[in-house]
């Protein structure tokens, strides 16, 4: 199947052409028609086969027939028409720059709304008229608040990333939301995300409309052109052997993952101090350090990027050929998540577990997670010892790990730093130093801060690579 056989129009066929891309992935396949029909959409597809475009492609067409008369829609409306819901700031602006790219032969406006910047910018966005609006949830709310946003005009809804959205705390904030929209009888409701729970599903269940569900992937699996290997390591020596691969193995570019940000900026000062270019990424960096360190990376400046978990989820690398697990995730599937940063749309990509001693049960676990063994070596010379020295006592509160834990983040009882939004603009509960956030990389609800709610950085593909780096507009 070509895209040509979508009956997308040729606007929209231009771009993504232009993009170097002929043949949809087979989430697009199935999402596609889907949303062209009308049909309510739960699409469970592993993160990297092309998502974004599912339901990016056919809401810009849906729109550019409405300013035609060929579809159901609204044919013109200042008032946004579609909103996209996304976790944290580095997805908005992606899913954003998907919009853009596919639609800048259009007349079609879009905008990414998040905390942590001035709300004024966004205002006068919305005053000039939004056809797409892609937002974090807090936010959103702080709009309605202001009676700075109307959402009676919506006819499409998407939440993206759907089972982080509600792991990270999101669920009262979406049902208010929900709450505002027009009836489900006039809005189309699209659920994409890389992993479907139970309970998601249920929810889910609980507004969509006789949806039609689509898994292009085994639930909780890896993707089958990523090779993973585990390589048993002291704790201490973890850095050591991180140096040993660097040096023998010509990496050139590397996502690495730590548990914590104090560990990233930690790992990331050595990998420097060794003269290896690095910059860490997390929710204690500012956005607009976030925005540059992605781009240096994938314009090659950087060779090392180290990142926590939910910061890292709006990376998009074309054929980035390695991910690191410097330590393993609490939560197994967050493996899953990391991993698929790699071996993207059929590319091969590698992904190397530095484990120690005392993430064996982790281990176990994501093994049994992903149905599959993987393959463990011991380089020479850092051989484990055979009685390893026990783990440090942790404070894991600033970490995803369970049910409780992520209650307590939205209560304004987490670590410090969980908020993206700027020295704790992120905290609903009035916190200080950013604690009580709704997570790493999470939107903040703050109400100062310079910047513009429109979007720089992110790339395509989840529909399509962006093989140029960060776009600015």
């Known amino acids: 199947m070509l895209f040509t056989d979508l009956g997308l129009k040729a606007e929209i066929l231009r771009a993504i052409a232009e993009q170097g891309y002929t043949e949809p992935t087979p989430i697009q396949q199935q999402a596609i028609p889907a949303v062209l029909a009308g049909r309510d959409l739960m699409a469970c597809a592993q993160t990297g086969t092309g998502k974004t475009a599912g339901f990016t492609l056919p809401i810009l067409q849906l729109l550019s027939q409405a300013q035609a008369g060929e579809s159901p829609l609204n044919r013109l409306a200042r008032k946004p028409r579609v909103l996209i819901l996304a976790p944290t700031r580095e997805l908005a602006l992606q899913v954003e720059e998907s919009v853009r790219t596919y639609g800048q032969h259009l007349p079609l406006k879009s905008m990414s709304m998040f905390g942590g910047v001035g709300m004024n910018p966004q205002i006068a966005a919305l005053k000039r008229g939004v056809d797409i609006l892609v937002a974090c949830p807090g936010r959103l709310l702080d709009h309605i608040n202001q009676r700075t ?31 505002l929209l027009p009836p489900n009888g006039k809005r189309q409701n699209l659920l994409f995300s890389a992993t479907f729970s139970d309970e998601i599903k249920e929810l889910a269940r609980s507004f969509l409309h006789d949806p039609q569900s689509i898994e292009v992937a085994r639930r909780n699996t890896t993707v089958e052109t990523v090779s993973q290997k585990v390589i048993h390591v002291d704790r201490e ?101 990391r991993i698929g940063r790699t071996g993207r749309a059929g590319a091969e990509g590698e992904a190397i577990s530095l484990v120690c001693h005392d993430e064996r049960d982790n281990l176990r676990s994501i093994e049994r997670l992903i149905k599959k063994d993987l393959e463990k070596e011991v380089l020479p010379g850092f051989e ?62 703050s109400r100062s801060g310079g910047g513009a709610a429109s979007g720089n950085g992110g790339t395509p593909r989840s529909g399509g690579n962006h093989r140029n780096g960060t776009r600015h507009h």
């Open 149 to 179: 946003l109307d959402l009676s005009g919506i006819e499409i809804l998407v939440l993206d990333e759907a089972d982080r959205m509600l792991d990270m705390g999101f669920i009262r904030d979406i049902r208010k939301i929900l709450a």
């Open 237 to 337: 020596k973890k850095k050591d052997v991180l140096l040993h691969l660097f040096e023998n193995r010509g990496w050139n570019q590397v996502l690495i993952f730590t548990r914590t940000k104090h560990g990233a900026d930690a790992l990331s000062r050595r990998l420097d101090k060794e003269g290896i270019r690095s910059a860490a990424l997390h929710g204690n960096k500012t956005q607009g350090a976030r925005v540059r360190a992605l781009t240096e990376f994938k314009e090659g400046k950087l060779v090392a990027l180290v990142a926590t978990d939910i910061a890292a989820r709006g990376i998009d690398i074309d054929q980035l050929p390695y991910v690191v697990n410097y330590e393993l995730p609490n939560v197994a599937e967050d493996y899953v998540h």
């Open 384 to 445: 484990p010892s055979a009685n390893p020295t026990p783990a440090p006592p942790q404070n894991r509160g600033g970490q995803r790990q369970g049910q409780g834990q992520r209650q307590g983040q939205r209560q304004g009882q987490g670590q410090p730093g969980r908020s993206f939004g700027n020295n704790g603009g992120g905290n609903r509960s009035g916190g200080n130093g950013g604690s009580g956030g709704r997570g790493q990389g999470g939107e903040g609800r």
